[in-house]
């Protein structure tokens, strides 16, 4: 006889939200991750941030059909007795089975390959015009093929996070620290941490790091509340000082974003310094050393201080287009306070998502982001292969009377400036007490 299924309710599963106590449901069947999220590859927060939840649009999103087998070893007999899917994640799913079913997933195209040839003539080039070039606009150009060389780094170590871009598991991480730690100084674990969180809380100021960059931005006058990020697990404290940066915001934002690397030298070394749990913790170490080791003795061998102060603030502003880039898909989009649901994944994500409309010619610019909304439903999806399912998640959105949000590249940054002016100005009002009536943040909510 079959023996007869335990239920619980979708309120007694969120009482079991917490560290050392942590459920979540996938199709109904509900798991106890409570010690799984210690060594979970994807780390803490994604199931932490959907803890006493049911996970399965996040979880189809990013894992591959064989890890469905690994499932039951957390299974702890309980079923989701008010389990049920909407239409909407009905017909996601069935996408993402379609695209499986098509080899989308596997199919990565040639992209990586070329990506790395010309990361590698780019690398030749810059350390040729240093070491065999003279005069200061031969090392003006090998500054903007360093920034260059950056900003294609950085499109390999965001796919190789995503999915495995190389022929095994060793080569894609052999990639991940060479595009990462040792061409650019980014620690690519840093990354992975940051970039996970994200992903599954999408434009909501209190759970996505990707928002939370007081005192220097906000895009929400929500932020003016001081609210606590539940990433960094701190209060984001409005002070005078974030008064007077968030005021002037607007003018800021382009030569902040020329020295945005700062910050993550400095947030790759306080991750991998910290108490934290890092996966190959001396792999990273080992890789960001390799960075500060050649590039500053490259810097050196330039004949003066001048052009030294140059080559750094030149190779830092060209790559700092690629950090504009990160900020036109979401800054002038839906945001929200409060954590991430499980029964609104596909919303969510298209609702806080701005794909940026270009020709194919331009897709080696925009990396993939281009199709930001396609690349946040379905992250495993290879760059080459956004494209052509861009239009088919199109036609969802439509069905479902889901917002498909895009603009020019121009456009995304007019939205972008807009955006950080209207919160500029507000803050600009020393006068003004900060409301908390739902009407005046109806309106004051962008998108």
């Known amino acids: 006889m079959t023996e007869p299924k335990n ?20 199709q109904g069947k509900v798991y106890d991750v409570s010690e799984w999220v210690k060594t979970h590859p994807g780390g803490e927060s994604p199931l932490m941030n959907l803890a006493g939840q049911d996970a399965t649009d996040a979880f189809v999103a990013f894992h591959q059909g064989n890890v469905w087998q690994f499932l039951d070893k957390f299974f702890n007999g309980f079923y989701l007795k008010d389990y049920s899917v909407s239409e909407v994640s009905k017909d996601y799913r069935k996408l993402v089975f379609e695209f499986s079913k098509m080899g989308l997933f596997e199919k990565k195209g040639h992209v990586i390959l070329v990506t790395m040839c010309v990361m590698a003539m780019l690398f030749a080039s810059s350390v040729y015009g240093v070491l ?13 093929m360093m920034g260059f060389l950056w900003i294609q780094s ?52 209190d759970y996505d790091p ?21 990433f960094y697990d701190r209060k984001m404290n409005f002070d005078s000082v974030s008064r007077f940066l968030v005021s002037n915001q607007h003018m800021t934002f382009y030569p902040v974003m020329c020295l945005a690397r700062i910050n993550l030298f400095a947030q790759s070394f306080m991750l991998l310094l910290s ?28 004949p003066n201080w001048g052009e030294r102060v140059m080559f750094v603030v030149v190779s830092f502003s060209v790559t700092g287009v690629q950090h504009v880039q990160f900020c036109l898909n979401h800054f002038s989009s839906t945001v929200y306070l409060g954590p991430p649901k499980g029964n609104d994944w596909f919303e969510k994500q298209t609702s806080g998502t701005l794909d940026i409309n270009c020709s194919s010619w331009m897709d080696w610019f925009h990396g ?52 950080l002016r209207n919160a500029a100005l507000e803050a600009r009002d020393l006068t003004k007490p900060v409301p908390k009536n739902l009407v005046w943040e109806a309106v004051n909510t962008h998108g």
């Open 7 to 26: 239920y619980i309710t979708s309120d007694e599963l969120k009482t079991h939200s917490k560290k050392g106590d942590l459920w979540i449901s996938i």
């Open 132 to 144: 065999f070039c003279e005069g200061f606009w031969n090392h003006f150009l090998a500054a903007c």
């Open 154 to 205: 950085g499109w390999i170590g965001h796919d190789s996070g995503h999915y495995q871009v190389m022929m095994n598991r060793k080569l894609n991480r052999f990639a991940q620290i060479l595009s990462g730690n040792c061409l650019a100084g980014i620690s690519i674990a840093w990354w992975k941490w940051n970039h996970n969180a994200h992903h599954i809380a999408c434009n909501s100021l």
């Open 210 to 230: 990707d928002l939370q960059h007081m005192p220097f931005f906000v895009v929400s006058s929500k932020f003016f509340g001081s609210i606590t990020s539940y």
């Open 275 to 302: 108490k934290r749990k890092v996966p190959h913790r001396v792999q990273e170490l080992f890789g960001l050393l390799v960075f500060w080791i050649w590039y500053p003795l490259l810097v050196s061998c330039l």
């Open 368 to 419: 993939g982001l281009q199709f930001q909304i396609a690349h946040h439903l379905f992250p495993r999806l290879p760059r080459c292969q956004l494209r052509k399912v861009s239009p088919i998640v199109q036609d969802l959105c439509k069905k479902h009377g889901l917002p498909y949000d895009s603009a020019s590249f121009f456009e995304a940054n007019v939205r972008t400036i807009k955006t």
